[in-house]
């Protein structure tokens, strides 16, 4: 296994990219290592929120470039890229809408799908060694992994073209000035104030999380009239929780 996942108190969980999978995260067998860690903790109604980082220069770089080369040559690529964007795109679907609050502690390359993984995040921590790159261009491919979607709602349509087009690599600082990435902070700090986001993003009740989630994925694609109704629709489940019970007592109690 080349993905170490520490379990802390409180529903938090850090999970680590090990050298192997962070270098070249998506080969068939890390990608599906991958997904089954995230998918389990999404999967457990006691983890509230979980960190992802990585190892060394990298923090998710994307697709094996043996792997490609050699399922060109054999006549397998086509099976091979369909086969990870098959675990990925739904990987990057779930996280998006799930409960369970993501924390991308960006320590340093993310590139191709794994910049997916990091643009996927509730919030973005970045240290000083952290960058940001599509690189698809350099290999004759267009983008995967849901960068078309995300980047652009978070920095902007044109932006993102230029950041395509022109195969830029962002620095932690651009990727903070251009609104790709929250905030950034000093190496030795990067994973401990992420659990502290985690920890404080995820102590919300669990409605409140999921359906803002999901509120807020839907609006981009939703009219005005269907958006209300989701509202109408979450609410409606939010306001039959015990949560929502204990936050009215304890409203009253203030007064």
Request: negative net charge; hydrophobic residues 40%; proline residues 2%.
């Amino acid at each position: 296994m080349s993905i170490n996942v520490k379990r802390l108190d409180e529903g938090l969980a850090v999970v680590t990219l090990l050298a192997e999978s962070a270098q070249n995260a998506f080969s068939i067998k890390s990608i599906n290592q991958i997904s089954t860690v995230l998918n389990s903790l999404m999967d457990d109604d006691e983890i509230t929120a979980y960190v992802l980082t990585g190892s060394g220069k990298f923090f998710c770089a994307g697709a094996d470039i043996n792997q490609f080369r050699t399922s060109y040559d054999n006549g397998t690529i086509a099976d091979f890229v369909r086969g990870l964007t098959d675990i990925l795109h739904p990987l990057i679907v779930r996280i998006r809408q799930s409960d369970t609050i993501y924390v991308a502690a960006i320590n340093g390359a993310a590139a191709g799908g794994g910049l997916g993984l990091a643009l996927a995040a509730d919030y973005r921590i970045a240290n000083p060694n952290a960058k940001l790159a599509a690189a698809y261009f350099s290999l004759g491919l267009s983008p995967d992994g849901g960068t078309t979607w995300i980047l652009p709602r978070l920095v902007g349509e044109q932006k993102s073209r230029k950041f395509f087009f022109d195969n830029e690599t962002w620095s932690a600082i651009d990727a903070l000035e251009s609104g790709a990435v929250d905030e950034v902070v000093n190496d030795e700090e990067l994973v401990n104030r992420a659990i502290k986001v985690a920890q404080e993003w995820g102590k919300w009740p669990k409605a409140s999380r999921g359906g803002t989630k999901q509120l807020l994925e839907s609006q981009s694609y939703n009219n005005f009239s269907d958006q209300l109704k989701n509202e109408q629709d979450c609410i409606v489940l939010a306001s039959q929780t015990e949560d929502f019970s204990e936050g009215v007592n304890a409203f009253l109690k203030k007064d």
